[in-house]
């Protein structure tokens, strides 16, 4: 299987297979960029380039070092997580990493691990991690996988290669989509606009039947009626259920005001990303001018946090719902 066949980042495919082909492949790399775009398949499968037996292409998939890795039961492919239950990568994940890449692979050219988020790792285990970075035990080869580098050691950061992974392209991720998901083509567009280049998301999104989620949504926002302040209180009830429903609707609720303004402020759908239900954007961008797109915007944010911080929210989203319809 070539590297051709993952979707998008092919300059940093290319980059990595010119390295395993000079034999002079980096012993650290920190992969950078947003979420589902493709991080951990890119990591997983430079594992399986650096492990297989065949070598068809760049790997065979199908060899027992590809399938073992494909399934995570490779003896020398290890992915470090936070242990479930667990918030953090803590230290003793790491001491017990840095144990293992001592002994000689067991049925592959190099032990390697993938850490992911490699944020996750509390300042310990970071610590520990520089160690095995600043002495890499031979034969070795770490994968740092992260959304930011915020939270990691800049000495950590300086004894790895760097490797950026930007969101792909829209219309890459409609044409998967559709070619791969057998998604029909206007909801694969609408999709991949909404996600903003993330097929992970896309994927998952697909999967929750979000889009029909998001129009009901939109149309329950626009019947609001000032002269019915009761419809906005049963509308917060409606949606105050789980702490994670709340939260949705509210992040969703931020990109359908910022679309309305893009609306409201350009007069083009260039940009939004509920492409969906661009005439209920359309509609809405008329009502009102550009001031009070702003203050719902940030009713919206304040709310979500709000509600992040786990006040009741069954009355932030009745203030919410009040302020919209004007009602003091
Ligand atoms: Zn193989």
């Known amino acids: 299987m070539p590297f051709s066949d993952i979707v998008g980042h092919q300059q940093q495919l290319e980059t990595l297979r010119q390295s395993l082909e000079k034999n002079r492949l980096h012993h650290a790399f920190l992969f950078l960029g947003p979420e589902g775009v493709g991080k951990r398949t890119v990591a997983l499968s430079l594992a399986m380039a650096v492990q297989c037996l065949e070598k068809v292409g760049d790997f065979c998939g199908g060899c027992p ?21 667990k918030k953090e990568i803590g230290i003793q994940q790491v001491r017990e990493l840095e144990r293992e890449l001592n002994f000689h692979p067991f049925s592959g050219r190099k032990k390697i691990a993938i850490l992911d988020p490699a944020t996750l ?68 567009r609408i999709l991949a606009a909404m996600t903003m280049g993330s097929l992970g998301m896309a994927i998952k999104l697909e999967a929750e039947d979000l889009v029909a989620k998001r129009k009901a949504w939109a149309e329950k926002i626009c019947s609001l009626d000032p002269k019915n302040y009761r419809g906005g209180l049963s509308l917060a009830e409606e949606l105050a259920g789980t702490r994670e429903e709340s939260l949705e609707f509210l992040e969703w609720l931020e990109g359908w005001y910022r679309d309305i303004l893009i609306y409201r402020a350009t007069g083009s759908p260039q940009g939004i990303c509920n492409l969906h239900i661009e005439k209920s954007i359309k509609d809405q961008a008329k009502l009102y001018d550009l001031e009070r797109i702003v203050f719902f915007l940030s009713l919206a944010v304040k709310t979500r946090e709000r509600v992040q911080r786990n006040v009741n929210r069954r009355m932030a989203l009745e203030n919410l719902f009040t302020e919209v319809l004007g009602i003091d």
């Open 65 to 85: 070092n590809c399938t073992q890795i494909r399934v995570g039961h490779h003896p020398d492919v290890r992915l470090i997580e936070p242990l479930p239950g």
């Open 121 to 188: 790792m509390n300042a310990s285990a970071q610590n520990a991690l520089l160690k095995t970075l600043e002495e890499p035990p031979r034969d070795s080869l770490l994968i740092l996988v992260s959304t930011g580098a915020g939270g990691l050691l800049p000495t950590l950061l300086s004894r790895c290669l760097r490797l950026s992974f930007a969101p792909l392209p829209v219309e890459l991720v409609a044409g998967f989509l559709v070619s791969q998901r057998g998604i029909d083509q206007e909801e694969a």
